[in-house]
């Protein structure tokens, strides 16, 4: 098959979604883990991932090399105030601004985080009408359009996910099409559908792995300036390569610290080498943290003893947890 002329010959990055909470105040979209747990998970702040840790998982994805995709949780997880002190804090860490895919925002809240954020993610998940009707009957995609033009008020990019397998056709690449030109949407992730137990998606396969790639190749072609990140589970790591050769310039949904130097981690470095592409940062190999110099160094006026001390715990796990695969 005839290769794409890639956008660049850049490093392919891998971008981490940062979870933030297991709490969603929707939580029925058919396909989703959050429309299994949604009895389970009644308090938003329980289902809160502790701060220290959330943090020290921005700080692993500083010290690989990894880019933050977003911080990620479902709708009416975090107040207007929660999420700004939590921007404020991962942006002192980590030293970028960030994107964030928490549903639809109001457009107070953005203007508060705007001086924190690259952008913000609308998880439209497909353009065909009728399907999302039935697989997100309470995430209309009217308010996450309304929410991009806000964006561009506040010079904020605009990104967007779409899952591939959700009950779509390649004839529907148009409607995609016709969304991308109309919001100017910057960015979009690329999901393949992952069957979840529990979920109206337990017993599906999944798409095809050609009629994914051609998702990817179809968006390239008309935009080459949008940036596609291929977002596939760990079951079609073997297909990475040909995901960039087809336009992606990045990849995501890889559970990166728990595979750390697995084969996996191994196999995913292999197939950007084969398409002809360096890694930015790594998935093998484990860096010195210097947990105390890290810590001590953040400032204290959004850090105070408590944290930094928590921080120092939690990072010490996941450099356990890294170094675990460290001779596989
Ligand atoms: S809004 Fe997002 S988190 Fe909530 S159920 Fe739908 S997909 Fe899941």
Redesign the pocket.
Known sequence: MEKLILKNKNKVWFERAIFISWY??????T?????SQKSLIKNPEKAKRSEASILAEALICKKLGWKIGFLS???GSYTAESILGLCKKIHSIYGEKLWLNI?VLPEPTIARLAPYLEGICG?V?TTNEAVHKKV?PN?PIAPIEKMFSVCEKYNLKKAMTFIVGLGETAEDFSTLKNFITKNKIDKITFYALNPIKGTAFADSKGPSMEYYLGWIRKTRQPFPKIEIIAGPWVNRVENIGRMIEAGADGITKFPAIRLFNSRFAKKIEQEISSAGRDMEGTFTILPEIGIDEEIDSLDSTLFDDGLKLELKVKLAEYAGQLSKNRYH
């Open positions: 969603c105040s929707l939580g029925d979209c396909y989703c883990y959050m429309s949780a479902g709708y549903g998880a998940e997100a995430k």
